[in-house]
């Protein structure tokens, strides 16, 4: 069994920068791809970055190509995203999610999720 813990959401005006956490458990987390999702009321839980187990490979959406960062440490257990140049539309509930694939569309295993609210 994985689970995951987020942290590090807020409030902040726009340009600003908030960098949220994921802290996972279970002997499987190294090997699972790590997503994170962002969820606004009325809309779609949709995918905001991911990275694969090694860190070979990334995806972002394309609203936050340039501002996000996602990054693993395994040894650590956590992810983190790194968001920068913020705007009113990042805001939304983060879901830190796990799963084998990191394409897939149906991750497995989920966080509680972080509320980041951006000002404008």
């Known amino acids: 069994q994985v689970q995951l813990v987020e942290s590090g959401g807020g409030l902040v005006q726009a340009g600003g920068s908030l960098t949220l956490s994921c802290v996972g458990s279970g002997r499987a987390w190294t090997t699972l791809a790590m997503g994170w999702f962002r969820q606004v009321p009325g809309k779609e839980r949709e995918v905001v970055a991911a990275i694969s187990w090694s860190s070979s490979r990334t995806f972002y959406e394309d609203s936050v190509k340039g501002r996000f960062t996602v990054s693993r440490d395994n040894a650590k257990k956590m992810v983190t995203l790194q968001m920068t140049s913020l705007k009113p539309e990042d805001t939304g509930v983060y879901y830190c999610?796990?799963?084998?694939?990191?394409?897939?569309?149906?991750?497995?295993?989920w966080g509680r999720g972080t509320q980041v609210s951006v000002s404008s």
């Open positions: 999610a796990a799963d084998p694939t990191m394409t897939s569309r149906q991750y497995t295993y």
